[in-house]
Structures are given as structure tokens and as C-alpha cells.
């Protein structure tokens, strides 16, 4: 196979596991953007936080809102975990990696606030603990995962929502959390802001 045989497989995969994933996945971007809708009409935050690849995705999520997506309108509160070195750092080195995103869920988040946890295999521990500390502020979750949702799926209740891409390829699985964001940021400004 040549590397431009090689490309176009690339492009291949990405667009078939799109297709797969738009056949499942409407309803519960859906479904997430409302709670994103309510949590925002209520003065509430999204709080968001992955690892590696979904860290930038999760950084991603927060400059969308923050600054804006597609149009112009007021900027929306959220906050990507991933961004303060000094606090990371500290937190690994003094407590544990596995507590990164917990403490600052702990110290930060607000009963009513959203959780946006992205991972690709579902089980990054730090992820999973994040979940657990939003449970106990009584913050909602959406959680983007892929595979077979791993151990966060597990901790999941009702209340919350997982986006789980039908994939198994990290990188597939990447491409449409990228999508899925994007799905989000549009639907949120069309809930809030209208048609253009």
C-alpha cells in the first residue's frame, strides 16, 4: 500500500465511523446540549477535562464557549481543567495524578454545574474520579467516551449522559468527540441565541 493509498484509507475510516456514529449518537448530543442549556439558564458552569488528545478537546469545548463558535453572542462560563500547570503539578506531585481534576471539581464546582469528562477508552482514573467528585457537588455529567464506555460508564446515573462513539480506534474515536463538540457548541447557541 502506498502512503497515498494510506492517507485515503485514513479518510475512509474517519468518514464510515462518522456514518456509524450519526445513526446513534442525535439523541443523546441532543440530550446533552439541553442539560448544557439548563445548567447555562441557571447560572450555572461547564467544567471540562480529558487527557492527552481529549484534554485538547476539552480545551476546545471551553474556548468555544467562552469566546464563541460560529456567530456572535455573549460569551458562556465554562472552563477547561487541564490549563493550570502550577495546579496540576502540585496536585500530582503532592497528592496523586489521579486527583488532577478531582480536587479542582471539589473546590470549584457548584451544585447545578456540568461536568464535561472526555475519554476514549473510558477508564483514564483521573477521569472517573472526576466524575465521582461532581457526583458529590450534585453536578450533572456528560461524558464522551468510546469502546465499550469502560469503567465510567459504570458511574453513570440517570441524571447524566454518555456519548459513546461506536468506534475502537483511538483516533477515530477522537475525530468524532471533535465533531460531537461541535454539535454542541451549535446546538447550545441555537437554543440560547436563535436562528442568525
Do not use: W
Not at 493509498?5 to 449518537?25: G, P, W
Not at 458562556?76 to 481543567?81: N, R, S
Not at 490549563?83 to 464546582?109: C, M, P, V
Request: hydrophobic content about 40%.
Amino acid at each position: 500500500m502506498s502512503f497515498t493509498e494510506r492517507i485515503v484509507q485514513h479518510f475512509h475510516n474517519s468518514i464510515d465511523t462518522k456514518v456509524q456514529a450519526s445513526q446513534v449518537l442525535p439523541p443523546l448530543i441532543e440530550q446533552a446540549s439541553r442539560m448544557m442549556v439548563e445548567t447555562l439558564l441557571n447560572e450555572g458552569k461547564i467544567l471540562s477535562c480529558g487527557n492527552g488528545g481529549s484534554a485538547g478537546d476539552a480545551q476546545h469545548f471551553s474556548s468555544e464557549m467562552l469566546n464563541r463558535f460560529e456567530r456572535e453572542r455573549p460569551s458562556l462560563p465554562a472552563m477547561a481543567l487541564t490549563t493550570d500547570t502550577s495546579t496540576l503539578t502540585s496536585i500530582a506531585n503532592d497528592y496523586s495524578y489521579n486527583e488532577i481534576f478531582s480536587k479542582q471539581i471539589r473546590a470549584l464546582g457548584q451544585p447545578g454545574d456540568i461536568l464535561l469528562a472526555i475519554s476514549t477508552s473510558g477508564n483514564s482514573a483521573n477521569i472517573i474520579q472526576a466524575i465521582q467528585a461532581a457526583h458529590e457537588r450534585d453536578m450533572k455529567v456528560v461524558a464522551l467516551t468510546g469502546k465499550d464506555g469502560g469503567n465510567m460508564a459504570a458511574l453513570l446515573t440517570q441524571e447524566d449522559c454518555e456519548i459513546r462513539v461506536p468506534a475502537k480506534v483511538t483516533a477515530r474515536i477522537q475525530e468524532v468527540h471533535l465533531l460531537v463538540i461541535h454539535c454542541l457548541c451549535d446546538l447550545i447557541d441555537e437554543q440560547l441565541f436563535g436562528g442568525h
